[in-house]
């Protein structure tokens, strides 16, 4: 199995930036597509973004279009998620998935990561 742990979250003053990473272990996720969810409390999941094993970018929601993009590093098992122009209805918790997938609004995914919180204040 993969075990997947983010970091990279934090507090952040609108309009800022911030990095969220994942690094994953017990086996190379190279050939896996990956992404990002985020959820805040009573709010339903939602697929940020998804990254091709290749690197190519899959998925991009809209209400991140042209402030994120996601990347990776398939030497070091990582991707990431650079956000900018943040706002603060970004706050929330940023989950990273491999093999990410909404069906019809219901979110699945291989393996799960724990969760960063990214919090943007006003």
């Known amino acids: 199995q993969v075990h997947l742990v983010e970091s990279g979250g934090g507090l952040v003053q609108a309009g800022g930036s911030l990095r969220v990473s994942c690094v994953a272990s017990?086996?190379?996720?190279?050939?896996?597509?990956m992404g990002w969810f985020r959820q805040a409390p009573g709010k339903a999941r939602e697929l940020v973004a998804v990254?091709?094993?290749?690197?190519?970018?899959?998925y991009t929601a809209q209400s991140v279009k042209g402030r994120s993009t996601i990347s990776r590093d398939n030497a070091k098992n990582t991707v990431s998620l650079q956000m900018n122009s943040l706002e603060p209805e970004d706050t929330d918790v940023y989950y990273c998935?491999?093999?990410?997938?909404?069906?019809?609004?219901?979110?699945?995914?291989?393996?799960w990561g724990q969760g960063t919180q990214v919090t943007v204040s006003s």
């Open positions: 017990g086996r190379t996720i190279s050939r896996s597509s």
């Open positions: 998935a491999a093999e990410p997938m909404d069906v019809e609004g219901i979110t699945r995914a291989d393996y």
């Open positions: 990254i091709s094993g290749g690197g190519a970018t899959t």
